[in-house]
């Protein structure tokens, strides 16, 4: 199958930058598409973005638009997410997860996915 791993994590201060890595082992030439996810405490999980492997399709939430970047290096078999000017509010444990072998109808729900990584923090303090 396919393993994930995020890292890039860590506290900042508001209005700083951050970029977090998503690492592909495994069965990679399967996977059809990353999607980032984040959960705050007490909350649910939430779409960020997510990359379409076979054209570099991408889309965001519309909340982070503008200020997130997904993209990805195929020969590092790596997604990453460039998150710029972070506000307090975007303070959560940010996931990668994998679709393997196609697409979801909603690729935006998390239960869709069943390949997902460990978790990096990211804290923005004000």
């Known amino acids: 199958q396919v393993q994930l791993v995020e890292s890039g994590g860590g506290l900042v201060q508001a209005g700083s930058s951050l970029r977090l890595s998503c690492v592909a082992s495994g069965r990679t030439s399967r996977i059809y598409a990353v999607t980032w996810f984040r959960q705050a405490p007490g909350k649910e999980r939430e779409f960020v973005a997510t990359?379409?492997?076979?054209?570099?399709?991408?889309y965001y939430d519309d909340s982070m638009k503008g200020r997130f970047t997904a993209s990805r290096d195929s020969a590092k078999n790596t997604v990453y997410l460039q998150m710029n000017n972070l506000k307090p509010e975007d303070t959560a444990v940010y996931y990668c997860?994998?679709?393997?072998?196609?697409?979801?109808?909603?690729?935006?729900?998390?239960?869709?996915?069943?390949?997902w990584g460990q978790g990096t923090q990211v804290t923005v303090a004000s």
């Open positions: 990359i379409r492997f076979s054209n570099d399709q991408k």
């Open positions: 997860a994998a679709l393997v072998g196609g697409p979801v109808p909603n690729c935006r729900r998390p239960g869709g996915y069943d390949c």
